[in-house]
């Protein structure tokens, strides 16, 4: 499959911007990774991008995500693509066997702190963050709650990469696409 038809897909049953913009988010990091391991970056970048395109038709976890393979099988996406968007969610019971796997499971929450603090920063921009920058927030609890910091911690260790080397693979993943992000903020060209 094609990132074309992958985010195709995405725009045909996700309207919400910022869902979107979490699926760019997680393929960027998952392009940024597939390079640094000599994988197919293509792969990658489809399973980022359609990790959660069913988000909005089936939103509980009751649902989410294996209620959206019937429309994937539909769509000619290969099963190997299926089973690392299954093994996304701990609650299919489709376990994270392949490098692809924990490497969507670990980029998928990361970015979500990483966008929040982002946001927060006077600048609004992922040029000057830092994981020292993210590293402070991550000690907040209450910032970003719905950002599970023992999901990440988890699945960044089942991936095989510290912590704040990830978080700081990540943020250079995501300044690739920062304006797509709405992080491009008022600092440009990066640091």
């Avoid at 069913?54 to 649902?63: K, S």
């Amino acid at each position: 499959m094609k990132r074309d038809e992958a985010l195709a897909i995405v725009r045909e049953f996700v309207k919400n911007e910022n869902l979107v913009r979490h699926m760019l988010a997680v393929e960027a990091a998952m392009a940024w990774y597939a390079e640094h391991f000599g994988e197919e970056a293509e792969k990658w970048r489809v399973v980022g991008l359609l990790h959660d395109f069913d988000w909005e038709i089936h939103p509980t976890l009751d649902e989410h995500p294996q209620a959206g393979v019937p429309i994937l099988r539909e769509r000619g996406v290969p099963e190997e693509i299926i089973l690392a968007i299954l093994s996304h969610a701990d609650h299919t019971g489709v376990l994270r066997e392949t490098r692809l796997e924990k490497a969507l499971s670990a980029c998928d929450e990361i970015t979500g702190l990483i966008t929040a603090v982002a946001l927060v920063r006077p600048s609004r921009s992922l040029h000057d963050l830092t994981a020292s920058s993210v590293k402070k927030k991550w000690k907040d609890r209450a910032f970003a709650a719905g950002a599970s910091r023992e999901e990440i911690e988890n699945s960044t260790a089942e991936f095989g990469v510290p912590l704040w080397e990830h978080v700081d693979n990540v943020i250079v993943a995501m300044r690739r696409i920062a304006p797509e992000l709405g992080l491009e903020g008022n600092v440009h060209g990066g640091v």
